[in-house]
């Protein structure tokens, strides 16, 4: 009697051990020492100021008023204030996250800095380089910051970040890698040139893959956590919705997205999932953390009124005119355009990216709330770092 009683207390202790080593794998543990970001303007926190020193471009995200709310002044953010990294870097307890592209300061005067949080990400960035974009669609011009030149800097920038080999791995390893959201823009080149979703399928397959070799690399090089973002719903970007609509007539009655638009953004978040899949099943001890950006955003799309946004979803804040406030030929920045009195009503900042109030939200969404697969550990987060401490030590 006793024997079996000692024995069936030592089945549930065993079968709680394992839930709390199997819960260990499934959910990201430990805290992170740092965010090393790769990706596009979702994820730029200023690299523009950096290039517009060195280039005669006009750099919209510089022009006022890009950043008038939060930041009272542009800073290359493309939105109005903080973006999802920003509010990351915050609940991680981490100094916001500088631009690894700078005009001014070698890496070595950055190297401190860079310890706690490191962004190549730069706005208008493509997964696919540029040779292969150019060459696709010679009459647009693309920034030379794709995925694998944003790996390359990554590596040259690694020796004076951390040093020596075994410092390095475990400043990757104690990093959370941000990867994307990137392909956006890839997709943007077909979209404007007015090509059918059909002949812009095809790229999906080329771009999903650069993207999980990128991760693959980075596990490689000692990579311990990566959140890789899907891509937004683009049918219900005012942008799309002011240059495509035509072409693409059916709309969502719920939500006024253009359908085939948001379905391609799915056929892009899908295939990204299944390789993602691939990855974790080569690499079971690494935290692959898909970001749903897609279903997160959603929610506004879908009852704009239960998240504050009571001026809608669709219409952008700053801009010149027109039915979603979205002008291709004149942009938030540019003469004759305005800026909302109330950004925080507003999903849509400038007709491409979204407010201030839609990134925190979507932050939420994903760090905090269900939209990852696996769940994130919001343990890490300020509020309850302790918790996440205590777990770690445990296993
Ligand atoms: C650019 O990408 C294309 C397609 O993935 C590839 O064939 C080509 O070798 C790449 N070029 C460079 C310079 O990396
Ligand atoms: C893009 O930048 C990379 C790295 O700086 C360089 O090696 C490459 O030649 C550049 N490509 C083009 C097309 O300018
Ligand atoms: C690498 O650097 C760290 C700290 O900078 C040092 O403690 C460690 O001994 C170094 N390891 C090797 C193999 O040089
Ligand atoms: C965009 O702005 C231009 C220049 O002001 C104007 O001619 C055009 O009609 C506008 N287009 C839309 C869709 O509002």
Redesign the pocket.
Known sequence: MTSSLSYSSLVVYFVILMMVLRSGSLYANGCYKSIISFGDSLADTGSQEELSHITDQLYQCLLSPYGETFFHKPTGRCSNGRLIIDFLAESLGLPMIQPFLHNKKTIDDRAVTFRQGVNYAVAGATALNSSFIEAEWPERSVINASLEVQLTWFKESLPSICGNTSDCKSFIKSSLILMGEIGGNDYSFPLFAGKSIDEFKQYVPLVTDTIISTVNELIEMGAQTLVVPGNFPIGCSSSYL?VRASDYEEYDPTTGCLVSLNEFAEYHNNMLQKKLNMIRELHPDVNLIYADYYNAAMQFYRSPNAFGFTNGALKACCG???PFNY?V??RCGGESTTMCDQPDTYVNWDGVHLTEMAYKLIFESIFQGSYTTPQFNSLCLTSASQVGARLSSLM
């Open positions: 002011t010149a005119g027109g002008n030929t004149v």
